[in-house]
Nanobody
Framework: QVQLVESGGGLVQAGGSLRLSCVASGRLFSIGAMGWYRQAPGKQREMVATITRGGSTNYADSVKGRFTISRDNAKNIMYLQMNTLKPEDTAVYYC?????????????WGQGTQVTVSS
């Protein structure tokens, strides 16, 4: 069973930067589309950015121009570079990925990493 593990969250002042990582570990064939999502207290989980295996990206309007999603297919790692952070970016950030096994494709989620932006 493949696990997705996020890291890189923390506390940062407004205007600062963080880079999140999502590492897939375990036996798999490959990973298809991946994405970053976030959930703030009292709000629904929302898409932040997605990336296909070929590198095509999509961003939420609220993060365009500030966040950059990328991935290293050889290492099964995905990143989210977050610049010019705002207090409204405070949330738990989750990664997901379409994990391709020999006999099935399963959407998997990480456990989340907290990002807190102080004003």
């Amino acid at each position: 069973q493949v696990q997705l593990v996020e890291s890189g969250g923390g506390l940062v002042q407004a205007g600062g930067s963080l880079r999140l990582s999502c590492v897939a570990s375990g036996r798999l064939f490959s990973i298809g589309a991946m994405g970053w999502y976030r959930q703030a207290p009292g709000k629904q989980r929302e898409m932040v950015a997605t990336i296909t295996r070929g590198g095509s990206t999509n961003y939420a309007d609220s993060v365009k121009g500030r966040f950059t999603i990328s991935r290293d297919n050889a290492k099964n790692i995905m990143y989210l570079q977050m610049n010019t952070l705002k207090p409204e970016d405070t949330a738990v950030y989750y990664c997901n990925g379409m994990i391709i096994y020999s006999s099935a494709t399963i959407l998997s989620w990480g456990q989340g990493t907290q990002v807190t932006v102080s004003s």
